[in-house]
């Protein structure tokens, strides 16, 4: 696509419920990254994705969080037993390049804002 | 580990001044800087990217600068207009070391330009 794309854009759930996060990132993209943004606070890096494998899990907050990727295209974050405190827009983003260029320009999408009541 | 600091956190001007936005890091091992702009509601887009070995990138209105010894870049914004309202963001990305791809994000500066 022409952008990067999340869905849904708005999400408000109980807590304890489960949410899933998508992400289409650019075609072609092969690196995928998720980001967290919570109110007055920078974004908090989550996880890398280099085509469907995740070489860095480590900003993941808890095991409740885990992400997936398939056919090195789309991506999944899901949060299981959603606590007030998830509560943040999260953001997606590709480059097109693994790590190794320094050009590599993120391009992200618009997030997806979690309101966990 | 790297912490990014921006000044100021908000930023009101009258429209058509010139106005600069600062970032400082506390780490000078950097491979790469970047400025976002982030409109309320939606994600962020990248305005100017400056290698390490770089001083400074120009796009349009905007000037940005990179000191990388002292840890500072600015991003510089001439004649300023309305659209320019958004929250500014810079972020880093380490040289070296296995998690050279992720960025450290300062918490941004919010400018409005009333008119």
Redesign the interface.
């Known amino acids: 696509g022409a952008g990067v794309s999340q869905s849904p854009s708005n999400k408000v759930t109980e807590k304890g419920k489960d949410v899933e996060l998508r992400c289409d990132p650019i075609s072609g993209h092969t690196a995928l990254y998720w980001y967290r943004q919570s109110l007055g606070q920078g974004l908090e890096f989550l996880i890398y994705f280099q085509g469907n494998s995740a070489p860095d899990k480590s900003g993941l907050p808890s095991d409740r969080f885990s992400a997936e990727r398939t056919g090195g295209s789309v991506s999944t974050l899901t949060i299981q037993r959603t606590q007030q405190e998830d509560s943040a827009v999260y953001l997606c983003a590709s480059s097109p390049y693994g790590i190794s260029s320094g050009a590599n320009v993120l391009t992200f999408g618009a997030g997806s804002r979690l309101t966990v009541l | 580990k790297q912490e990014?600091t921006q000044i100021p956190a908000a930023l009101s001007v009258p429209e058509g001044e010139n106005l600069v936005l600062n970032c400082s890091f506390t780490d000078s091992a950097i491979?790469?800087l970047?400025w976002?702009r982030q409109d309320p509601?939606?994600?962020?887009?990248?305005l100017l990217?400056i290698?390490s070995s770089q001083r400074e990138q120009t796009s349009g209105r905007l000037n940005a600068s990179l000191d990388k010894s002292s840890g500072r870049s600015t991003l510089y914004i001439a004649a300023s207009q309305p659209g320019d309202s958004a929250t500014y963001?810079c972020?880093v990305?380490p040289r070296s070391g296995?998690?050279?791809?992720?960025?450290?994000?300062?918490?941004?500066t919010l400018l409005t330009v009333n008119p």
Request: positive net charge.
């Open positions: 990014v491979y790469n970047q976002f509601g939606k994600g962020l887009t990248s990217l290698q963001l972020a990305r296995g998690s050279n791809y992720k960025l450290t994000f300062g918490k941004g």
